[in-house]
């Protein structure tokens, strides 16, 4: 049974496909088009195509298998490219690691991987050094520039070394069902978990991913997300089914932000939710007067419906999306066709590949409009990841009874997906269910607050005390009794924190998550506010 408002998808055959032959056919098809620029050093699709074949020889010669882990920590760059494709004309499976992590973090992942080789730019080797004694299992680091540690026991050797002269084609051995990745999950409670990703899951979210964005063959794509990141990877995958260009910016910068998309002649860029704020506060500039109403599409999550505002006046941007919802387990399940203009506040509505539904805590489905938790399942095979790598009862824990359970929470309305929070993070006040998602939204509209966690203190148990742990903005100034005032007249009653507490930095997790069960348990903290003690009582409005 279909949710409300929507109608199950008419069966068709899904495409099946691999990363190496959507290469392999743009490469025949555009082979001088250019497939990524970064920062502003174009590669076309043979350029990448020669690259790579040429390159998995090498790594084939190093030993690097069928179905063996390569781990990559690299920066933005054509050997991010080269060595994924390379890796994947191999049938190895390729593993980014995101460049902020170290120590810990990063030995976990690597060693989870049991790969015996890592490729790495040089800034990064002394994290190596520091945890090769806890790396059993890597036999050779790659380093892209050269550098060499004589005091690192594993052997190292220059990337330059492995570039190789033989560009031509290499058999296929890799079908639609082959491991092409593992991506690793932020791990925000505890170790993270490496994501499978088959070929052909990778191929579908980039044909999603292109239906919905607002670009002509040809055209370019703009993003400055990591080549790590698991919504950066699926949109150069988006560009290449048709021949379009992606253009990478290493860094985001606020002040060349507009400089870049008009040098790119990007017409639709991907960002993250807080660059869409940071260019919407900038000075104006003649780069953004030049290029108004040339960018035509932006899309990330979360917009603020002010922000989103700016970026149509001002910026004259024709579609300003966040209506869109997913994780690496299944990238994106939901989407707004381009012409259609969706609630403000929702995420989009279920794509033809996913069936959405809300679920009760006893898997029973709930009523439109209801909260419960999202759960999906893909219409065909290969469409989500394949579990999480050596961790079959982690997997038998979110897939059950035949839907996989994501750990958020929402509902449906006519259709459209509304976000309401994480699981773990929802709270309750008062006899009422409060989203920190919510909350978290409305002091973000306070001119002062640059960031903010909602949490409860302590144990969380029928009914929760609220704390807002904050960053105020640079040169803002702000006492707790003033933004307590100020929640008491913008939210309701029983959302009002009883704590707050401004720090400059909240605690997070190398991916940039805040790590809320760290707030949580350390609860009322001594350079807290309570707003008992300060004598301000709230109650329920009439």
Known sequence: MSPAGTSAAPYRAAKRDTMVELLTRAAAAYADREFVVIDGTPFTYGDIDRRSNAMARELASLGVTKGACVVTLLDTSVDVFTCWFAINKLGSVWVPINTAYRGEFLRHQVADTEARIVICDDHYLERFVHI?????????????????????PIPIKPLDGCRGDDTGPLPLVVVPSDLAALIYTSGTTGPSKGCMISH?????VGRINRRHTL??????LWTCLPVFHAAALCAVISVMEDGSRIALARQF?????????????AVSAMLMASIFALVAQAPECEAEKRYRGKLKMVFGVPITPPVRKVWHERFGTEIV???????TEAIRMTAVPLEETPPE????????????????EFDQPVPDGTVGQIVFRPRHPGLMFDGYWKRPDATAAVWKNMWMHTGDLGKLVDGYLFFADRAKDYLRSRGENISSFEVESSFMSHHAIAEVAVHAVGAQTE???????AVLREGALLTEKELCLWSIDNLPHFAV?????????????????????????EGRTPGTWDREDAGIVVRRRK
């Not at 670009?215 to 370019?220: H, V």
């Not at 009914?463 to 742990?469: G, Y």
């Not at 924190?497 to 348990?521: A, M």
Request: aromatic share 12%.
């Open 132 to 152: 090769a004694g806890s790396l059993p299992d890597v036999q050779l680091i790659l380093t892209r520039g050269g550098l060499n540690d004589p005091s690192c």
């Open 200 to 204: 052909n899951y990778f191929t579908a």
């Open 215 to 220: 670009q002509a063959e040809g055209q370019t």
């Open 253 to 265: 910068s606020v002040t060349r932000f507009w400089e870049e998309v008009e040098a790119a002649g």
């Open 321 to 327: 999306s966040s209506w869109s919802y997913g994780q």
């Open 345 to 360: 506040t929702c995420a989009g509505r279920e794509v033809d590949e996913y069936e959405i539904r809300i679920f009760d």
């Open 463 to 469: 009914e929760d005390e609220l704390k807002v742990t």
């Open 497 to 521: 924190p009883r704590y707050i507490e401004f720090r400059k930095e909240l605690p997070k997790n190398p991916t940039g998550r805040v790590l809320k069960y760290q707030l949580r348990d």
